[in-house]
């Protein structure tokens, strides 16, 4: 099985300014998968402070922004997994949610955990390309 490793330099290099060692991106045989992708501010790099909302719609923004680059977008996600840190934000982070799929849903699975300190959301994805 072949796979490319896909750099995308903001948000690479505000992963491993996490300490993660991961690429934001890999495609194998025709299909997407990134890192679990935590709330970027895709102009500096930085974790988005703030609440549930807040921290979802940067993860969206992250995921598309990444996404577009290997030349696909959410109409091609068939599988996402969202960890989030507590189940009360399992409301906001699905009214959020739902603005980024308005043809339809993925499959999904959402975790609770709480491995982070920075952040209260992760959401990673599989899609095909174009």
Known sequence: MRHEIIEIPVISEAIRRLGAPTSALTRVDGLLYTCGMPPLDLTTGEIVKGDIVMQTRACMEALSFTLRHAGSSFDNVFKS?????????ASGMNAVYR???PGGFPARSCVTIKPWTHFDIEIECIATVG
Do not use: Q
């Open 99 to 101: 603005e980024y799929f």
């Open 81 to 89: 997994l969202v960890f989030i840190s507590d189940n009360d934000f």
